[in-house]
């Protein structure tokens, strides 16, 4: 498939750019893979060594794909945020130890080639919405329980945003008037109430007082310790105050669901993240459940809640279609 | 001005279409209004003589403008909701006793040319984009308490909508957990706790029970008769309670619009309907005040909140603006 000479620009990189671990994928035109790679991040080694690592990850994905750099019409990364989109700056991501690290530039002087950097999150709703369980909708909701509960937005074939901030930040809607703190310094955010913190902090004290005996076994009453894979097994042993905590916290999450059903009436609402993929069943239907009770009559079943497809790749494969919409609507210079 | 002969299609209508009264504007093709009309609705003689009073408005208004109906290029209408925005029906309005009502059909078989129905809020809230308080702004959001809680949002450009529906619904946003009963038939929607009527009966117990002496002696203490001016006067003649309702009314929205603000990251927010008109100062910065409380610390003025600045003609406006730049967009048959 290698062919240096040619000069069609013809390959696609999407990059997922995590705090554990970089994945890139080489795209075709039609957006099938044709390659790949992933490395460790490591991001405690320095700005320019994750930098070069980045570079070495998509030649790696390249030479996987065989398929020469000179081939590449675009690259597009998704990043943990905050970000300053129009520039291609990474503002500030503790989890790299990043702070004002110009992605786009050096990508760009690497392979003389665009880049595009989106936020992660919306990379992944891209990416579902492209080629995953939210296909060619025409809204597309995308809900990532985790510590934080990620959100994101595909309309009418594009990302929405705020200026130069993404949006859709679900998490911190407010389900609990004077609820619970949360990290944001609001109170009663749906995160204070539905996200693995919450979940993982209510599981704790049934284990600790005796009424999860499986999960005390496993996980002890450590919050630390008390993960997805924890409460899925916790609950499959026959923890039945774990499938409780687990069913209302989703039931919270629909809440918020309903009121963003009610704000931009998706199509379809995608969810993902560890929680959800450690019990898909329990958890895609409680949230159904809570937000079809909790939209008005005339919103009941408009929507469609679904599991994630595309699991841990959403956000590379959603970076790259991504990048090819947008450089290709880019005037040529 | 008259040029029957003048093959130019240059003129845009714009209409609004209201329970109590209709209103046509003519506007030329930079939105310069050119003329206008408005006649009572009456929607109780029945759906064919209140479309021939459309027809009439519309004929009205040209005179007015002195234009040919030959000059016409298109025709926008606010209408109220539930619509078939595609087929241009409105499905059901019953201010107007209205089901099932082609309005499309019948306006572009009365004028020959292109008509385009809106949602009357999604039309006003298009109308503050293109001319008033969210001039030109990327994302606006517009809310409009009443006796339901209107809202609309313009992003990039366009208006955001459901399918076949019209969507930003934030008068049914949960503000309250197990709150009061809604029409909706939800509970704690934001409407039961900041509506007009939410606001009307908070007053009224506080009328009776003799804590508001002028608003009991103005309007007494029957729900019918506190509206927006009553309340405003009696505010104005000194009842502190009464203003504490209404600033505590405008900060419960506030929390509604924060959590707008973390999904759509908007510029602008408008407010506008009667409640605000009356009480423009407590009110816009009421909402502005709680709504700034309650964003993660970075959304803290990431926004400005303003008063409608078109009042009554923001639907009429938009409506013309939104059916220019739709029918512009259309492919040519």
């Known amino acids: ?30 957006m099938k893979p044709l390659g790949k790679e992933r490395k ?9 060594i994750v930098l070069e690592r980045i570079i070495k990850t998509i030649r790696d994905a390249l030479a996987d794909a065989e398929a020469a750099p000179s081939r590449l019409a675009g690259i597009g990364v998704g ?13 500030d991501a503790p989890n790299l130890g990043w702070k004002n690290v110009p992605l ?15 936020n992660d999150v919306d990379a992944g709703v891209f990416g579902e919405y492209h080629f995953g369980a939210g296909k060619n909708a025409r809204c597309v909701i995308g809900v990532f329980p985790g510590t934080g509960i990620g959100g994101g937005c595909v309309y009418e074939g594009k990302i929405l945003r705020g200026r130069n901030r993404t949006c859709m930040e679900i998490g911190h809607v407010q389900v609990v008037p004077y609820g619970p703190l949360c990290a944001c ?29 499986h999960l005390m076994e496993t996980a002890g009453a450590d919050l630390a310790n008390i993960r997805s894979g924890a409460l899925a097994s916790s609950i499959k042993a026959g923890d039945k105050v774990i499938e409780r905590i687990v069913r209302e916290a989703a039931g919270r999450i629909g809440v918020a669901v309903a009121s963003v059903i009610h704000l931009l009436a998706p199509d379809v609402v ?3 993240g560890g929680l959800v993929e450690a019990m898909p069943d329990l958890f895609v239907g409680s949230v159904a459940k809570s937000a079809n009770k909790h939209v008005m009559a005339s919103y009941v079943d408009s929507f469609r809640v679904v599991p994630c497809a595309l699991g841990d790749d959403s956000t590379m494969l959603g970076a790259a279609a991504w990048a090819r919409d947008v450089v290709s609507a880019a005037p040529r210079k």
């Open 1 to 30: 498939m290698s062919d240096a000479s040619r000069a069609d620009r013809d390959c696609w990189i999407g990059f997922d750019l995590g705090g554990t671990k970089m994945m890139a994928a080489v795209l075709d035109g039609d």
């Open 40 to 48: 460790k991040t490591k991001g405690h080694e320095g700005v320019e």
């Open 79 to 91: 990043c943990p945020g905050p970000l300053d989109l129009e520039r291609g700056v990474v503002i």
């Open 104 to 118: 786009k530039e050096v990508l760009e002087k690497a392979f003389d080639c665009p880049a595009v950097i989106a």
């Open 185 to 213: 310094g609001q109170r009663g955010c749906l995160e204070t109430v539905a996200g693995r913190m919450a979940i993982a902090a209510e599981s704790a004290k049934a284990a600790f007082r005796g009424d999860a005996p």
């Open 270 to 272: 995608v969810l993902g």
